[in-house]
């Protein structure tokens, strides 16, 4: 059994990192071996990690749209059954994703800025975040 440190520098197509805020960091981005990170915990990444996975070309998503399933799945009145629910959440977070990945500042930053948007339509200018949610 390897430490887990290592994890981070075993060569994958994706890492999931799910437990601790800002285990992504500037020394973990430099040595980590994945294409993909997709968090299934939330605030994974600092900003300089965040950074440096994007010089690297590292493909970074952001942990609010890998973990919107339970919010979008609890705000969608059209559903009737736990299939349909299932397929919305995958349809949304599938476009969310997509329209993400597809802003040249990359997927992270193209996730906060639809973020901002949406949070933008339901709240007042003075209570929007300071920044996107890093460690």
Not at 17 to 24: E, T
Not at 37 to 59: C, F, M
Not at 99 to 116: N, T
Request: overall charge negative; glycine content about 8%; some cysteine.
């Amino acid at each position: 059994v390897s430490p887990a440190s290592e994890l981070f520098e075993v060569g994958s197509d994706l890492l999931v990192p799910g437990a601790r805020i800002g285990v992504i960091d500037e020394a973990r981005a430099k040595a980590l071996q994945a294409r993909v990170v997709a968090p299934a915990a939330n605030v994974p990444y600092t900003k300089r990690g965040l950074e440096v996975l994007w010089d690297r070309g590292i493909i970074a998503l952001a942990d609010y749209v890998c973990n919107s399933g339970a919010t979008i799945g609890y705000v969608t009145d059209s559903v009737s059954s736990a299939e349909q629910a299932i397929a919305v959440v995958e349809d949304r977070v599938r476009e969310l994703t997509r329209e993400a990945l597809a802003d040249p500042a990359g997927p992270y930053e193209g996730a906060r800025k639809l973020a901002d948007a949406h949070l933008r339509t339901w709240v007042e200018a003075a209570q929007m975040p300071d920044g996107p949610p890093l460690a």
